[in-house]
């Protein structure tokens, strides 16, 4: 299976169009790589892909990835999307495919989240024919073509913004995609509030993992003048005694795992600060727009 990473950053991206931090003015430079808002695209064969969130930037994210372009005069290789969670900067690539006539995107996301998409008025089309869009549970398997099997991972997590629905058990999921010729997998977790076993067990299984690299440490924003805790956003933090880093850690090392989802503010975007090495001494890498992994 081929699995690419369309973009590697958090909600507003690198640079973030009102942000002069070291890593937005660092990407402005052209000094860091520029990364557009997360979002993953998977395929078994490379003809008929599918998409792990599909941010706003999802257009211009077709235009760098030409397995992802139409080849007829209309049509798109892109057959639907999976959605982890309810984050506008993952949802919104579907107010941003509105042209689609009459072709279904075949959509997969928990109930909750479907509930709280159809919620946000500017998606309000997004309920409507001809999407097929299937609500499915932690734990559910389900087939994509029959080339992909995927399974829905529980995670602990929560989705700002929505008051009663944020905490409930599937406001969040991952999900861990394989092969099902290869037997190969891969976990796309790039939201959760913490690293619980049943995450630990998916990593400990993919040959290649994507983590939540949001935030370094909890008070993170604080730097940009910002007093949102990460905890606050739904975001496990990476660093110290208590962070994600040390928890993953302890997984057997079968792939490559990487943090993908990282906030503009994220230490880890500067390969020369400690953050970045200790991340990668301890087996991490740090994924980045255009990344292509075959598996
Ligand atoms: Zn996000
Ligand atoms: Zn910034």
Redesign the pocket.
């Known amino acids: 299976m081929i699995v690419r990473v369309l973009g590697s950053a958090a909600g507003g991206g690198v640079?973030?169009w009102n942000?002069?931090?070291p890593?937005?003015s660092a990407a402005r430079a052209g000094d860091a790589p520029r990364r557009s808002q997360s979002s993953f695209a998977v395929s078994a064969d490379g003809l008929r892909w599918w998409l792990v969130n599909a941010s706003p930037d999802i257009a211009q994210q077709i235009e760098a990835t030409p397995p992802l372009q139409p080849h007829a005069a209309r049509g798109t290789p892109i057959a639907g999307m999976l959605f982890t969670d309810a984050n506008v900067d993952h949802l919104g690539g579907l107010a941003v495919l509105r042209q689609q006539g009459d072709h279904a995107f075949v959509i997969y996301s928990s109930a909750t989240v479907r509930a709280l998409a159809l919620q946000q008025r500017s998606f309000s089309s997004f309920g409507e024919p001809p999407h097929h869009w299937h609500s499915v549970s932690p734990g559910d398997h389900f087939s994509l073509d029959g080339a992909l099997e995927v399974r829905v991972v529980p995670v602990d997590g929560t989705t700002p913004g929505y008051a009663g629905r944020e905490a409930l058990p599937d406001a969040v999921v991952a999900y861990a995609i394989s092969d099902t010729q290869s037997g190969t997998s891969a976990l796309f977790a790039p939201v959760y509030a913490n690293v619980t076993p049943a995450l630990l067990g998916a990593a400990a299984d993919s040959n290649v993992a994507f983590f939540d690299g949001s935030f370094w440490s909890d008070d993170e924003l604080r730097t940009?003048g910002v007093n949102k805790p990460a905890r606050s956003l739904g975001h496990a933090p990476i660093g110290g005694p208590t962070g994600s880093l040390e928890a993953l850690a302890v997984t057997p090392r079968r792939g490559r795992r990487f943090f993908a989802h990282l906030n503009?503010?994220n230490p880890l975007l500067d390969p020369a600060s400690p953050e970045f090495a200790e991340a990668t001494d301890r087996g991490f890498e740090i994924a980045e727009d255009g990344l292509e992994l075959h598996i």
């Open positions: 640079p973030q942000c002069a931090c890593n937005c940009v503009n503010t």
